[in-house]
């Protein structure tokens, strides 16, 4: 479960997407995950948005199938 506040901070992180290159806002959205339990399916799905939002969908495919596997 989210810490209080994850979730604004996550919102504002990705409201700001177009002010960021792909590399930083990956690295960003990584250190927020980061803050969650390995494999939490947040963490997971937040991953696998950043990735593939930013133009690298083959590293988000294998992080949404571990987030719909519930791993």
Do not use: H, K
Request: glycine share 10%; hydrophobic share 40%; proline share 8%.
């Amino acid at each position: 479960m989210p810490t209080p506040g994850w979730e604004q901070r996550s919102a504002a992180l990705w409201a700001a997407i177009d002010d960021s290159e792909g590399p930083a806002f990956r690295a960003r959205i990584e250190a927020l995950a980061a803050e969650l339990p390995e494999g939490d399916g947040i963490g997971l799905f937040e991953r696998a948005s950043a990735n593939d939002s930013t133009g690298v969908p083959e590293e988000a495919a294998p992080l949404y199938a571990a987030e719909l596997s519930g791993r």
